[in-house]
């Protein structure tokens, strides 16, 4: 029994993909010399619309992105997709940096550049335009990415949001509807 169990958590850990999007060291000077720490950014995603990030620090470089890999697990969080691409565009900001994510027709490829790439290659996104503006430091490009993945929803959330039915918000109903009227 206990044997299912790990083999069961084995096949999930080997489902996701991971990036480590960058590593520091960190050094604290103590009354003996400096104390170096260091702390990795990871984005995990399954590529099929799940992605999370974290930051893990630890002593050595092996056991911080072990950490961190382990926090961006837990922080995954589903983003809805449509067929290779978002639904629609989102923009996203965290301290000086801003990130614009457009959707984009099949067969154009993730034009991204270092972390939101990465994002968007963990999130399985085939096809999407994006745009880093203002600072490009890894973190703040990483969580306004993040933060500009949340603010997307489906066309059934945006539905139930609205009292509509789905077809009602894609526009399919709207001729048809006209077409009565008059």
Same mark, same amino acid.
């Given at each position: 029994?206990?044997?299912?169990?790990?083999?069961?958590?084995t096949s999930t850990?080997?489902? #996701?993909?991971?990036?480590?999007?960058?590593?520091?060291? /960190?050094?604290?000077?103590? =009354?003996?010399?400096?104390?170096?720490?260091?702390?990795?950014? /990871?984005?995990?995603?399954? +590529?099929?619309? @799940?992605?999370?990030?974290?930051?893990?620090?630890? =002593?050595?470089?092996?056991?911080?992105?072990?950490?961190?890999?382990?926090?961006? =697990?837990?922080?995954?969080?589903?983003?809805?997709?449509?067929?290779?691409?978002?639904?629609?565009?989102?923009?996203? +900001? #965290?301290?000086?940096?801003?990130?614009?994510?457009?959707?984009?027709?099949?067969?154009?490829?993730?034009?991204?550049?270092?972390? /939101?790439?990465?994002?968007?290659?963990?999130?399985?996104?085939?096809?999407?335009?994006?745009?880093?503006?203002?600072?490009?430091?890894? #973190?703040?490009?990483?969580?306004?990415?993040?933060?500009?993945?949340? +603010?997307? =929803?489906?066309?059934? @959330?945006?539905?139930?949001?609205?009292? +509509?039915?789905?077809? @009602?918000?894609?526009?399919?109903?709207?001729?048809?509807?006209?077409?009565?009227?008059?």
């Amino acid at each position: 029994m206990a044997d299912a169990k790990n083999k069961k958590e084995t096949s999930t850990v080997e489902e #996701h993909s991971e990036n480590v999007l960058n590593v520091r060291r /960190v050094a604290k000077v103590i =009354r003996g010399g400096r104390r170096f720490v260091f702390s990795a950014l /990871v984005v995990v995603g399954d +590529k099929k619309g @799940q992605v999370g990030v974290a930051l893990g620090k630890s =002593r050595d470089v092996s056991s911080a992105i072990a950490k961190a890999s382990k926090r961006a =697990r837990k922080n995954m969080f589903l983003v809805p997709l449509y067929k290779t691409t978002i639904p629609f565009t989102v923009t996203g +900001k #965290h301290g000086a940096s801003f990130v614009l994510i457009r959707s984009a027709s099949k067969g154009t490829g993730v034009i991204a550049g270092g972390a /939101v790439r990465a994002v968007m290659e963990a999130l399985g996104v085939k096809d999407v335009l994006a745009k880093s503006i203002g600072s490009s430091n890894p #973190h703040n490009v990483v969580k306004a990415t993040i933060k500009a993945l949340s +603010k997307l =929803r489906s066309a059934k @959330q945006l539905a139930e949001l609205r009292g +509509k039915s789905v077809a @009602q918000i894609v526009g399919k109903e709207v001729t048809e509807e006209k077409n009565v009227e008059a």
